[in-house]
Nanobody, 123 residues
């Protein structure tokens, strides 16, 4: 069984930083692209970005480009989302996902999803 477990969410002040982690198990991690998404109350799920299976390529949505960075450690089956210069509108539940095809994630499709971790940005 595949598990994706996010951690690192919490309460952070505007302008602050937070690093989310996603631990993967039950899949050949180094063969999967990994992505991050979020969903704010009353809004649809939003693609944030993705990283290739090797980690050599990263892609970001315009809303977070330059503020968020995705990285991965294939030896630890981990993927990370470093978030800087956080804004009120970054408040959401954040999800990681895994798929063999990175293009799928851009279309909000993925083979596997985590349960999410809450990020709240406050003043």
């Amino acid at each position: 069984q595949v598990w994706l477990v996010e951690s690192g969410g919490g309460l952070v002040q505007v302008g602050g930083s937070l690093r989310l982690s996603c631990a993967a198990s039950g899949l050949p991690f180094s063969e999967y692209c990994m992505g991050w998404f979020r969903q704010a109350p009353g809004k649809e799920r939003e693609y944030l970005g993705a990283i290739s299976w090797s980690g050599s390529s990263q892609y970001y949505a315009d809303a977070v480009k330059g503020r968020f960075t995705i990285s991965r450690d294939n030896a630890k089956n981990m993927v990370y989302l470093e978030m800087n210069s956080l804004k009120f509108e970054d408040t959401a539940v954040y999800y990681c996902a895994a798929d063999r095809h990175i293009a799928s994630m851009y279309n909000l499709r993925s083979d596997y999803w985590g349960q999410g971790t809450q990020v709240t940005v406050s003043s």
